[in-house]
C-alpha cells in the first residue's frame, strides 16, 4: 500500500493583490481598542504598585518593630537607663 504525498506548500497558489485598500474605519477601532486595553492595564498597574507599595512599607514596619522589641526584650539593661535631672528628681 502506498500513500501518495502532496507537497501542500507548492500546491496552494498564494495571490496578493496590491489593488485591495485597506479598510481605515476599522483599523483605526483596531488601534482604540488597544489604546483603551493599554490604558486599562495602565491604570490596574498603578493601583497594584500603590497597593504593594502599602504591603511593603507595612512588612518592613513590621520587621522594624519586632526587631525593637526583641532588642529590648533580650537586652533590658541598655534599654532603660535611670536618668536624673539637675533638681534631683528620678526620670
Do not use: C
Not at 19 to 31: R, T
Not at 48 to 75: A, E, K, N, P, Q
Request: avoid cysteine; aromatic fraction near 10%.
Amino acid at each position: 500500500m502506498t500513500i501518495a504525498r502532496q507537497n501542500t506548500a507548492t500546491s496552494l497558489p498564494i495571490t496578493i493583490h496590491d489593488s485591495e485598500s485597506v479598510d481605515i474605519g476599522s483599523l483605526w477601532k483596531l488601534v482604540q481598542l488597544g489604546t483603551s486595553q493599554l490604558k486599562g492595564f495602565w491604570w490596574r498597574t498603578k493601583a497594584y504598585v500603590t497597593i504593594l507599595g502599602v504591603m511593603l512599607l507595612t512588612l518592613v514596619s513590621l520587621i522594624f518593630l519586632s526587631t525593637h522589641w526583641s532588642y529590648r526584650r533580650l537586652f533590658p539593661f541598655i534599654s532603660h537607663r535611670v536618668m536624673k535631672s539637675d533638681d534631683g528628681i528620678t526620670n
